[in-house]
């Protein structure tokens, strides 16, 4: 078979554990809790969870079916229905290469901070030694050569693991690190409760109020959850579909679609737990973006005392491994369109060679984005953002990826209902959700793809719609 000249997964734990970090990224750290807080707590977790079950599950399983019944990436996967659809493969091509340039800036910055952790716990040099957070943040980012070099290594490790292959080199990786995530994590969160003030923390994100609702404020929480759990979950960017290519024709791909929006949420909701307590222990800002996560939470590490240097390089650390379980599958899902083409072609794949090559480009990415120094370094910015990370951000995450997640809800439900149907059937017992898919499919996604759609060009361009 051709997708065996690609690789494919060794187990169906290996699948779960890659398809799993591909959605726990940076976004679960900072996003999922602060966006929760300030939509009413609970109550946006209530709509989350709605959305996970009525979206979330039914997109993930179509995109893996898509890609076990094509067994290719997400430019040939769009083929395999029609040529005419090849677009919106594009779609799913262009964003992860996008997204990969200012994810492998900020990759960097994780292994700076966990370095500079570790520094501090051993009073090296190279420590942060007690200097303030905003001002030690802001010196880094604006030092074109040292966030150069942290980029480049970050797009070094994240080459090096997906060239060993989807069995050899990404489940391989997988199985380690998120089982290290997850345990790293109880580690944080059970330090992070414990603090005195923590409380104030954990109200912020569960305390139930439905005064958010009121008046069109549904609108807005509808719309912030549904960014949130779409980007959450990776998808509309081809890497579920390029993971089910590699997936083996007995595994249940109903359950699979199930297990990944359920562990994501789950996690999202631990990473709230380390973070959270902790920032309102300290009587922080709880701002969202790279700010929370290198400013506010290196002044709570400093506040601990002696302590803080081994909490924040574990925290440091296991954000390193959320966002390089991403980058690895961002990478992958270019890269197999490429195997694909050449394949196409009659040519041979030299994996090795494609890796380098795609992972070379996005050096050049990475590289271009930390020189802007997030907007310090007067580059000049297009389509009104603050600095080109925003920029790409906005092509990639804020246009490209729900409208091409919009089109694919109405191949799927309106234009070719039942595509692959076929395949979801290979499952054993069949496609036992297949009337609920249909329904959600053709009425319920492509409402929410057009409020998150909406959602994303008013955060970028500040319009006030919601």
């Not at 391989?172 to 944080?188: D, N």
């Not at 369109?337 to 795609?358: F, S």
């Not at 409208?403 to 439900?413: C, D, Q, R, T």
């Amino acid at each position: 078979m051709e997708q065996q000249s690609k690789g494919q997964w060794g187990s169906n734990f290996g699948f779960l554990m890659a398809a799993v970090g591909s959605a726990v990224g940076l976004g679960n750290l900072w996003g999922f809790p602060y966006k929760m807080g300030n939509n009413g707590g609970f109550a946006f977790l209530i709509i989350y969870l709605v959305l996970v079950a009525f979206v979330g599950v039914v997109v993930t399983l179509a995109e893996l079916s898509l890609g076990r019944k094509s067994g290719m990436g997400v430019v040939g996967a769009y083929e395999s229905i029609s040529k005419k659809y090849s677009f919106v493969g594009w779609f799913g091509w262009i964003s992860p290469m996008l997204i990969l340039g200012f994810y492998s800036m900020l990759g960097g910055y994780c292994i700076k901070y966990a370095i500079a952790n570790l520094g501090d716990l051993f009073n090296a040099s190279w420590g942060v030694n007690g200097a303030e957070s905003a001002t030690y943040f802001s010196t880094f980012y604006g030092d074109q050569i040292q966030t150069s070099v942290m980029s480049l290594i970050f797009v070094l490790l994240t080459i090096l693991i997906v060239k060993g292959g989807v069995s050899g080199g990404i489940e391989k990786f997988s199985k380690f690190a998120m089982p290290a995530l997850f345990f790293m994590l109880l580690i944080v969160i059970i330090r992070s409760v414990t603090l005195d003030g923590a409380g104030a923390g954990l109200s912020f994100m569960f305390k139930p109020n439905f005064e958010v609702f009121k008046g069109t404020g549904w609108i807005s929480v509808l719309a912030s959850a549904g960014g949130q759990m779409f980007f959450s979950l990776s998808l509309g960017m081809g890497i579920m579909i390029t993971y089910g290519s590699y997936m083996r024709k007995d595994e249940n791909l109903e359950r699979n679609a199930i297990i990944v929006p359920m562990a994501d949420t789950t996690i999202a909701i631990m990473a709230g737990l380390a973070v959270m307590p902790a920032v309102f222990a300290a009587g922080l800002d709880p701002a969202g973006g790279p700010g929370l996560l290198f400013v506010t939470l290196q002044t709570v590490f400093q506040a601990m005392g002696s302590a803080g240097p081994i909490f924040g390089f574990l925290l440091y650390a296991l954000v390193f491994i959320a966002a390089i379980t991403s980058s690895i599958s961002l990478l992958e899902t270019v890269c197999a369109v490429v195997m694909d083409k050449r394949m196409e072609k009659g040519k041979t794949i030299n994996r090795t060679a494609i890796t380098w090559i795609m992972g070379a480009i996005v050096a050049a990415e990475a590289v271009f984005v930390s020189l802007d120094g997030l907007g310090s370094n007067g580059f000049i910015q297009i389509f009104g953002q603050g600095c080109w990370l925003d920029t790409f951000d906005l092509v990639s995450e804020g246009i490209l990826m729900p409208l091409g997640a919009l089109i694919m809800s109405i191949i799927f439900g309106w234009i070719r209902p039942g595509y692959t149907d076929d395949e979801i059937s290979l499952d054993a017992g069949g496609f036992k959700i297949e009337k609920y898919f249909h329904f959600c499919i053709k009425f319920i996604v492509p409402v929410i793809m057009v409020l998150v759609l909406a959602g994303q060009i008013d955060s970028f361009f500040g319009l006030g719609w919601f």
